[in-house]
Nanobody
Framework: QVQLVESGGGLVQAGGSLRLSCVAS????????MNWHRQAPGKERELVAI???????KYIDSVKGRFTISGDISGGTVYLQMDGLKSEDTGVYYC??????????WGQGTQVTVSS
Protein backbone atom coordinates (compact mmCIF):
# COMPACT_ATOMS: atom_id res chain seq x y z
CA GLN A 1 0.00 0.00 0.00
CA VAL A 2 0.98 3.60 -0.62
CA GLN A 3 -0.28 6.55 1.37
CA LEU A 4 -0.32 10.02 -0.18
CA VAL A 5 -0.61 13.35 1.62
CA GLU A 6 -1.13 16.59 -0.29
CA SER A 7 -0.50 20.08 1.02
CA GLY A 8 -0.18 23.65 -0.22
CA GLY A 9 -3.71 24.47 -1.26
CA GLY A 10 -5.43 27.68 -0.28
CA LEU A 11 -7.13 30.86 -1.41
CA VAL A 12 -5.36 33.03 -3.96
CA GLN A 13 -6.33 35.90 -6.23
CA ALA A 14 -6.46 35.44 -9.97
CA GLY A 15 -3.00 35.77 -11.44
CA GLY A 16 -1.36 34.49 -8.30
CA SER A 17 0.63 31.35 -7.60
CA LEU A 18 0.48 28.27 -5.41
CA ARG A 19 2.77 25.29 -5.01
CA LEU A 20 1.21 21.95 -4.15
CA SER A 21 3.20 19.16 -2.57
CA CYS A 22 2.51 15.45 -2.32
CA VAL A 23 4.46 13.01 -0.20
CA ALA A 24 4.10 9.27 -0.59
CA SER A 25 4.89 6.72 2.10
CA UNK A 26 4.64 2.97 2.45
CA UNK A 27 5.58 0.64 -0.39
CA UNK A 28 6.76 3.32 -2.84
CA UNK A 29 9.24 1.02 -4.58
CA UNK A 30 8.41 0.60 -8.25
CA UNK A 31 6.10 3.57 -8.74
CA UNK A 32 5.74 4.31 -12.44
CA UNK A 33 4.22 7.76 -12.22
CA MET A 34 2.92 10.38 -9.85
CA ASN A 35 0.22 12.69 -11.09
CA TRP A 36 -2.02 15.61 -10.21
CA HIS A 37 -5.75 15.64 -10.82
CA ARG A 38 -8.45 18.14 -9.97
CA GLN A 39 -12.17 18.19 -9.52
CA ALA A 40 -14.10 21.40 -9.91
CA PRO A 41 -17.53 21.81 -8.28
CA GLY A 42 -20.14 19.90 -10.26
CA LYS A 43 -17.59 18.43 -12.64
CA GLU A 44 -15.78 15.15 -13.04
CA ARG A 45 -12.24 14.67 -11.84
CA GLU A 46 -9.67 15.37 -14.55
CA LEU A 47 -6.02 14.54 -14.95
CA VAL A 48 -3.98 17.75 -14.91
CA ALA A 49 -0.33 16.71 -15.08
CA ILE A 50 1.77 13.55 -15.23
CA UNK A 51 5.31 12.87 -14.09
CA UNK A 52 6.76 9.49 -15.03
CA UNK A 53 9.55 7.59 -13.36
CA UNK A 54 11.84 8.44 -16.28
CA UNK A 55 11.14 12.14 -15.96
CA UNK A 56 8.63 12.67 -18.73
CA UNK A 57 5.88 15.19 -18.14
CA LYS A 58 2.52 15.83 -19.73
CA TYR A 59 -0.16 18.46 -19.17
CA ILE A 60 -3.71 19.14 -20.19
CA ASP A 61 -3.95 22.01 -22.66
CA SER A 62 -5.64 24.41 -20.25
CA VAL A 63 -2.63 24.50 -17.89
CA LYS A 64 0.26 24.32 -20.35
CA GLY A 65 2.66 27.18 -19.81
CA ARG A 66 1.21 27.96 -16.38
CA PHE A 67 1.66 24.78 -14.33
CA THR A 68 4.86 22.80 -13.79
CA ILE A 69 5.03 19.31 -12.34
CA SER A 70 8.27 18.14 -10.75
CA GLY A 71 9.48 15.71 -8.16
CA ASP A 72 11.41 12.60 -7.28
CA ILE A 73 9.28 9.53 -7.80
CA SER A 74 11.84 7.15 -6.34
CA GLY A 75 11.73 9.29 -3.21
CA GLY A 76 7.95 9.56 -3.27
CA THR A 77 7.52 13.28 -3.80
CA VAL A 78 5.77 15.30 -6.47
CA TYR A 79 5.02 19.01 -6.72
CA LEU A 80 2.77 21.20 -8.81
CA GLN A 81 3.82 24.81 -9.28
CA MET A 82 0.79 26.77 -10.41
CA ASP A 83 1.32 30.26 -11.81
CA GLY A 84 -1.09 32.61 -13.50
CA LEU A 85 -4.00 31.04 -11.70
CA LYS A 86 -7.48 31.57 -13.08
CA SER A 87 -10.88 31.18 -11.48
CA GLU A 88 -11.46 28.05 -13.57
CA ASP A 89 -8.52 26.41 -11.78
CA THR A 90 -10.60 26.29 -8.61
CA GLY A 91 -11.20 22.81 -7.30
CA VAL A 92 -9.92 20.02 -5.12
CA TYR A 93 -6.49 18.86 -6.28
CA TYR A 94 -5.58 15.23 -5.80
CA CYS A 95 -2.26 13.46 -6.04
CA UNK A 96 -2.11 9.92 -7.38
CA UNK A 97 0.64 7.33 -7.62
CA UNK A 98 0.52 4.56 -10.17
CA UNK A 99 2.05 1.13 -10.45
CA UNK A 100 1.41 -0.30 -13.87
CA UNK A 101 -0.68 -1.81 -15.17
CA UNK A 102 -3.67 -0.95 -13.02
CA UNK A 103 -2.83 -0.01 -9.44
CA UNK A 104 -3.49 3.59 -8.48
CA UNK A 105 -3.29 5.14 -5.02
CA TRP A 106 -4.98 8.42 -4.13
CA GLY A 107 -4.49 11.19 -1.65
CA GLN A 108 -7.29 12.96 0.18
CA GLY A 109 -7.01 16.17 -1.81
CA THR A 110 -6.27 19.80 -1.11
CA GLN A 111 -8.61 22.69 -1.90
CA VAL A 112 -7.50 25.42 -4.30
CA THR A 113 -9.72 28.47 -4.60
CA VAL A 114 -8.94 31.25 -7.04
CA SER A 115 -10.87 34.47 -6.55
CA SER A 116 -11.50 36.73 -9.51
Amino acid sequence: QVQLVESGGGLVQAGGSLRLSCVASGNIFGLDAMNWHRQAPGKERELVAILTSVGKTKYIDSVKGRFTISGDISGGTVYLQMDGLKSEDTGVYYCSAAKLPETVFWGQGTQVTVSS
